[in-house]
């Protein structure tokens, strides 16, 4: 009789090992992770970015075609592979998981107005596929920025739209990803440099045909690395107007108005971005963090007001509030 309740328990271990085997090897995960280890297309070997470095400009071409081949196989984007000469590669290294190991970020500039960031681990002689970032606009460049509180650094991706040619805007600007909870948040972003021309009679029909508006806003930054990051910006807001039946000539603008503003932010743990100022549920109704003072931007530059504060909950939760109803809570935040 033992033996053969015996006999039974090891036909169902060896039965339900066998099915867990099964179903761990099917499952997703694994076979993307066999893939990711085994197939060519998954992985850059370190040899292939030594030679994009040589001296021999031949040598160096063939090696950056080559890993562009690779990134854009590997994030599904072949359709970009007849377009690889006009591509503009940027390759960067540095610790962008929260792991020991070094990644090898690839920017890449698809066309004017898309780009993707393609990002592989450094194991053994290889670097192999790991995470991309995509929807971005082209990128000028990629900075990095160690967070005490984070074993990974920031990434810094500066980027840039540009629709002078029909839309008469343009703007650069910041975004901060960093790899939280298995994938690439964007934490934080600023405008740096805005510029738009457009005509007075497109936003008030009621205004004279040749009265014609140019917005600019520009924002310096300065980042502060201590126990946690702080982020000290000064923007300045300006508009200037012209008349002219035709497209005006920049230097032909008057300044009509302007404001300054100084903002500073520091990174939060407890809300996964650079906060203005902190408020908690025995204040408020929820813990909460201060974003933005929406009358400060630049849309009061084309006659729209929005006198709310923008604010985050400990949840992830985007909230708008009267700043004449939670001026005396949140307006000591963006004192000078």
Known sequence: MTKKLLSVFIFCFVALLSYYT???????ETIATFQAYT??????????????????TNIQKEAKDSIIEKALTVTGYEQWMEFIDYIDMNLYIDNILPQQSDQLILALNLSKDLAIIVIFDSIGSD??????????????????????????????????LDERFGSFFYEEFLQVYLFMEGKFENVWQKTLHYEEIYKEVWINPNAREDLWNRVLEE???????????????????????????????VHSFSLIHQDNYKRSYYWSDDFNTFVLGEVTKEIFLWDVALLRDMEKGRESLFGITNKNYKVITSKGEILYLSKNKFHPIFQSFLEE
């Open 39 to 56: 197939s060519s297309s998954h992985k850059i070997e370190k040899e292939l970015i030594d030679l994009y470095h040589n001296e021999d």
């Open 219 to 249: 924002t310096t930054i300065d980042f502060i690395v201590d126990d946690a990051i702080k982020i000290n910006t000064i923007t300045t807001l300006q508009k200037y107007t012209t008349h002219a039946k035709e497209y005006p000539d």
């Open 127 to 160: 670097y192999i596929y790991h995470n991309k970032i995509e929807n971005i606009l082209p990128i000028s460049k990629i900075d990095f920025l160690s967070n005490s509180s984070q074993l990974n650094n920031m990434m810094l991706v500066y980027q840039t």
């Open 22 to 28: 099964y179903y761990f090897f099917q499952s997703p």
